[in-house]
């Protein structure tokens, strides 16, 4: 049987993007890292409350959770979590090359 799989070329870094940012606009490169580091501080706390997060054009963030069952609410304990994540739902389609 076959998949679609996602081909990826390379990666590009945190820093590259506020290097990006900093050249078509007026924002110095420390001043686009310290507003991207505040909205990833923002995102976890955010995430860790029980929020979605509506970013816009970027996207909709929000936290999974994976878990053994129960029969009964009462029965559930936390030792029952055994995996977490963040899902990302971008706001646009992806586009193809």
Do not use: W
Not at 27 to 37: A, C, H, P, Y
Not at 59 to 74: I, M, N, Q, V, W
């Amino acid at each position: 049987k076959y998949y679609a799989q996602a081909k990826y070329d390379g990666v590009t870094a945190q820093a590259d993007i506020a290097q990006m940012v900093s050249q078509i606009s007026a924002i110095s490169v420390g001043d686009v890292l310290s507003v991207m580091n505040t909205v990833s501080m923002l995102l976890s706390m955010e995430l860790s409350n029980g929020r979605i997060v509506d970013l816009g054009d970027l996207g909709r963030f929000r936290a999974t959770l994976r878990s053994k069952s129960c029969d009964k609410p009462e029965e559930f304990k936390r030792e029952m979590i055994h995996g977490n994540r963040v899902i990302l739902s971008l706001a646009h389609r992806y586009v193809t090359r």
